[in-house]
């Protein structure tokens, strides 16, 4: 167990929809990362926040938007859903927010779109 | 692009052999970090190479870095049926991303 939550566990829904994923990262940890895997992709980094700031942006689309809260829990927003965002969700969370830090995932939210 | 891509995408071997998967990046980076993956679940960090170390041991693993080749190298000694994972190396890049590569799928045949 890595300490770091992620709800839910599943979700399906239908194209056109909006969802909300959760994150709750280890105690002390400052950063929060969200990763993106597909069997098409791999796994894409999308966003990481840092005590409540945006830190680094990669592939994310324009659909999708996250945030972390005072509280340090975090969010990611997909909207307009299509087919292809089905795939796995990763929160990931740090200490700090620098190259160095090991990073630790949680079990992730399997998205489903039909 | 991925900045990433493990060699060879999927490996198998007999309980207790050695088990090599490398990586190959394209752009400088500070470090490199190899992760497994269990089917379905969230990756797990294994160890860390800085830029400037060319190999680093934790167990049964043994990680090289070649800044000049681009390119790293895992190798879990004495494999074991419970090692069966993906493995990916992930590395810094521009703009602060961070980027895993495609993985090597490895099975321990017991």
């Known amino acids: 167990d890595s300490g770091v939550t992620q709800t839910p566990k599943h979700l399906i829904t239908a194209t056109g929809q909006r969802v909300t994923l959760r994150c709750s990262p280890r105690?002390?940890?400052?950063?929060v990362y969200w990763y993106q895997q597909s069997l098409d992709q791999g796994l894409q980094f999308l966003i990481q926040?840092?005590?409540?700031?945006?830190?680094a942006k990669g592939n994310i689309l324009e659909r999708f938007s996250a945030q972390q809260f005072p509280d340090l829990h975090s969010e990611l927003n997909l909207s307009s859903l299509e087919l292809g965002d089905s795939a796995l969700y990763f929160c990931?969370?740090?200490?700090?927010?620098?190259?160095?830090?090991?990073?630790?995932f949680g079990p992730g939210t399997r998205l489903t779109v039909l | 692009s991925q900045q990433g891509e493990e060699d060879p995408q999927a490996l198998s071997i007999q309980e207790g052999e050695n088990a090599t998967m490398n990586c190959s990046y394209k752009?400088?980076?500070?470090?490199l970090q190899w992760y497994r993956q269990n089917s379905g679940r969230g990756l797990v960090h294994l160890i860390l190479?800085?830029?400037?170390?060319r190999e680093k041991h934790s167990g049964r693993l043994r990680v090289t870095l070649d800044t000049s080749k681009k390119s790293s190298s895992l190798l879990i000694t004495a494999s074991r049926a419970a090692d069966t994972a993906s493995y990916f190396c992930?590395?810094?890049?521009?703009?602060?991303?961070?980027?895993f590569g495609t993985g090597t799928s490895l099975t321990v045949i017991p």
């Open positions: 990931a969370s740090s200490v700090g927010w620098g190259y160095t830090d090991t990073q630790y």
């Open positions: 105690s002390g940890d400052l950063s």
């Open positions: 926040y840092y005590n409540g700031e945006e830190r």
């Open positions: 752009t400088s980076i500070n470090n």
């Open positions: 190479i800085r830029s400037n170390e």
């Open positions: 992930a590395t810094d890049g521009r703009g602060n991303q961070f980027y």
